[in-house]
């Protein structure tokens, strides 16, 4: 069975401070791979999608940039983080070529800058 | 932006069948219509999708009215666990960030005791 791992659970970064989140997928190969947001109290946005290593394409303007050194590995990283990054990080990945399924969500990454 | 339009929130009795609506006036031929589910501080859940028949699982019901402009999400037996925003979404079958799934603001249900 394929499964979605997301870290860390929680985070408090500074103003300024560099940021990484790592996202993998087990039990599957050549997923698509995304990276969500949710501000508080708002809706799920996409920012950035993958359908291969080093494919990257980014659906919002921002601070953050996004990486896929692997197949199955999903990196989302900023240099210096805002206040207005704040927010829960939801990766997720969807089966490539097979466009009626949906996506598997990981369990998220709740970030708090401060 | 999202396709769909649907009511911000609903309430439901535990135990009765909870039937959340979704208008999709716009939709093509060839889009999908999806149900994922949001309970508080978790992520997405997928629960259903269908493209022009009625569809049915283990943990609801999608109903397609015949000209596909709109769909409701029926849970059967709503119990407290199922409090969470609903979102439908339409999302085609296409390559590239048209067929990217795109979250509109949902339908908070709350299933009170």
């Known amino acids: 069975s394929q499964t979605i791992h997301q870290w860390p659970a929680t985070l408090v970064q500074p103003v300024g401070s560099p940021l990484s989140l790592e996202c993998t997928v087990e039990g599957t190969s050549n997923p698509n791979l995304y990276w969500y947001r949710q501000a508080a109290g708002r809706g799920l946005q996409l920012l950035f999608y993958?359908?291969?290593?080093?494919?990257i394409s980014s659906e919002v303007p921002q601070n953050l940039s996004a990486s896929r050194p692997q197949d199955r590995q999903f990196i989302l990283s900023s240099k210096k983080l805002l206040l207005s990054d704040s927010g829960f990080y939801l990766c997720a990945w969807s089966w490539r070529g097979r466009l009626a399924y949906g996506y598997t969500f990981g369990s998220g990454t709740r970030l708090t800058v401060v | 932006d999202a396709k769909t339009t649907q009511p911000p929130s609903m309430d439901c009795a535990e135990g009765r069948a909870a039937n959340l609506p979704c208008n999709h006036s716009?939709?093509?031929?060839?889009?999908?219509v999806y149900w994922y589910r949001q309970i508080h501080s978790q992520g997405p859940q997928y629960i259903i999708h269908g493209l022009k028949n009625n569809e049915t699982n283990e943990m609801a019901s999608l109903i397609i009215t015949e000209d596909r402009k709109s769909s409701t999400l029926i849970l059967p037996h709503a119990t407290l666990r199922d409090t969470a925003v609903y979102y439908c979404i339409v999302r085609g079958n296409y390559g590239g960030s048209q067929g990217n799934l795109i979250f509109g603001k949902g339908t908070k249900l709350s299933v009170k005791p």
């Open positions: 993958s359908v291969g290593i080093g494919q």
């Open positions: 716009t939709i093509s031929g060839n889009e999908y």
